[in-house]
């Protein structure tokens, strides 16, 4: 017992994180889906299968929850960003400059849609693998990566003040594979 409860609280702001993004900065809806996942894995227990860190199994029950909540919702509210909490604000004093581009960011996080913002917030933030994302959303692997190229490439027109796509990946000679 002590063992799963040391599990599951290392794993709390990784969580909240993941919920707070998901739920726009709404700090009470994000908490009330980290208890909501809690509560399932506990009650779900004798499901993980012991293998591997448990974080891509806790992410699958938020996701899930998440899911079924956004069903029942039909549709998302969204928050504007000046009134955010302060937890969701930069932790780190920054300068004017800084605190507008993370305005900007967490905007552009905002302006993308759910599974794109739910494979590059745990590929690029939580560190999982490509393979536990796939596992943790419940799609096939190349719609991870798929999805998280999209995102990428949207989230740096929205960041870059251009309407227009981000560069093309230069074509070295010979490397073209004929179709």
Known sequence: MA????????????LRRYARVLHAGRMADA?????????????????WRGVGSVRPWLFSIMHNLFVDQCALRNAQATQ?????????????????ELRLEALDLLTALQGLSVP???VLL????????????????????????SRLSRARSQ????????GTPRPALRVIDG?????
């Open 122 to 145: 745990l590929v690029a933030v939580e560190g999982l693998s490509y393979a536990e994302t796939a596992k943790t959303l419940g799609v096939p692997t190349g719609t991870v990566m």
């Open 3 to 14: 063992d799963r409860h040391q599990l599951l609280t290392e794993q709390i702001p990784h």
């Open 31 to 47: 908490d009330d889906l980290v208890q909501d996942t809690l509560e399932r894995a506990v009650s779900k227990w004798g499901l």
């Open 155 to 162: 989230l740096w027109q929205l960041t870059s003040g251009e």
């Open 80 to 96: 504007a960003l000046d009134d955010l909490p302060d937890a969701a604000q930069p932790v780190q004093a920054a300068t004017q």
């Open 175 to 179: 490397q073209r594979s004929a179709r």
């Open 116 to 118: 794109l913002r739910e």
